[in-house]
């Protein structure tokens, strides 16, 4: 009887340290839209886009698709700003060369910058040849803040 409680309580302790060593997941969304960066660009940017954040402990992973934009993406970028203002560069995201196609990375990220992503001061931005400055924009924002999830 005594070694099968003994196992019992290993078996407890065992299951406790694994639930207390599995880190949530927080998934995150940004949908993206033309954002005008200039009074001469509102009318020449064009198209949407929607990204998903995955974060794991520190580790923040990008996974998006975008289509339809005025000419061939140049280049994208997780900027650190609050809604409506423009921000720093933080992170500098694959993204397909086309008007069409995908937004990707993984990095990890620092405790200031988690705090930052959870207070919704980062938002992704897609530049094009034809808008440098940049054609696609969305901050990034829990995912369970969306009704339509």
Same mark, same amino acid.
């Given at each position: 009887m005594k070694l099968g409680r003994n196992l019992l309580l290993a078996l407890i302790a065992g299951s406790f340290l694994f639930v207390t060593n599995i880190q949530a #997941?927080?998934?995150? @969304?940004? @949908? /993206? =839209?033309?954002m005008p960066t200039t009074p001469q660009t509102v009318t020449t940017i064009l198209g949407e886009g929607e990204v998903i954040l995955t974060l794991n402990g520190n580790s923040l992973t990008v996974d998006g698709n975008f289509f339809g934009i005025s000419s061939a993406a140049t280049g994208a970028h997780i900027h650190n700003g609050p809604p409506a203002q423009? +921000?720093?560069?933080?992170? $500098? /995201?694959?993204? =397909? #060369? !086309? $008007?069409? +196609? =995908?937004? $990707? +990375?993984t990095l990890s990220l620092s405790d200031e910058q988690v705090e930052? /992503?959870?207070?919704? &001061?980062?938002?992704? #931005?897609?530049? =094009? &040849? !034809?808008n440098p400055p940049g054609e696609l924009r969305g901050w990034v924002f829990l995912r369970s803040h969306f009704s339509d999830l």
């Open positions: #997941q927080e998934i995150y @969304r940004a @949908r /993206l =839209s033309p423009p +921000g720093p560069v933080i992170y $500098t /995201l694959e993204v =397909s #060369q !086309s $008007t069409e +196609g =995908s937004v $990707t +990375g930052a /992503l959870n207070n919704n &001061e980062f938002y992704i #931005q897609i530049h =094009s &040849e !034809s």
